[in-house]
């Protein structure tokens, strides 16, 4: 998905920061904040090791998921931008894994709206994981926590509410 404020990207090369920010601020008026998250492969899960990582997607179903989510930040937040890039195939321990980067006029916005993004990826993109420990492979499990982050936003203020999703 493309548009000029919603950009999605999901695959198995590695995203540059820099050039995805650049990206973000070109032709952008009014822009005072930018917030960034990436996420790496952790070299432990669950007391074990992790020597590396196999990411699964449903190609065309997670673009829309990630679009969907992005879309849902510009109905709350007063937003200039919203990219994510995920990535899949074979990762391994400090790997990034996951960028979000959010515009806005304000950093408030900005932060809230990356955090929010975060929160439901975690929670509703179509993405399965698979790790490989020294005591073999094994499925990673959706956690308590990522559904509890998530909860939060259905009571949480809608700031963004006179903007209409591009």
């Given amino acids: 998905m493309h548009s000029d404020r919603i950009r999605i990207q999901v695959g198995e090369a590695d995203f540059d920061v820099n050039r995805e920010l650049e990206a973000v601020r070109r032709d952008r008026k009014g822009v005072g904040a930018l917030a960034v998250f990436v996420g790496t492969v952790r070299d432990l899960n669950e007391g074990d090791a992790v020597c590396s990582m196999f990411l699964e997607h449903y190609p065309g179903m997670t673009e829309r998921s990630l679009g969907d989510i992005a879309v849902k930040a510009f109905e709350r937040w007063r937003l200039e931008a919203v990219t994510i890039a995920h ?16 515009a806005s006029a304000h950093r408030h916005d900005a932060f809230e709206a990356c955090a929010f ?3 439901y990826l975690k929670t509703d993109a179509p993405f399965w994981k698979k790790e490989k420990t020294l005591g073999g492979e ?3 499990q959706a956690r ?3 559904a509890q982050a998530r909860e939060r ?13 591009p």
């Fill in 87 to 102: 990535r899949v195939g074979w990762l391994h321990p400090g790997d990034p894994i996951v960028l979000v980067v959010v």
């Fill in 117 to 119: 993004v975060m929160d």
């Fill in 138 to 140: 094994r499925w990673v």
């Fill in 144 to 146: 308590a926590s990522d």
């Fill in 153 to 165: 936003w259905l009571s949480a203020p809608r700031s963004g509410l006179l903007q209409t999703p």
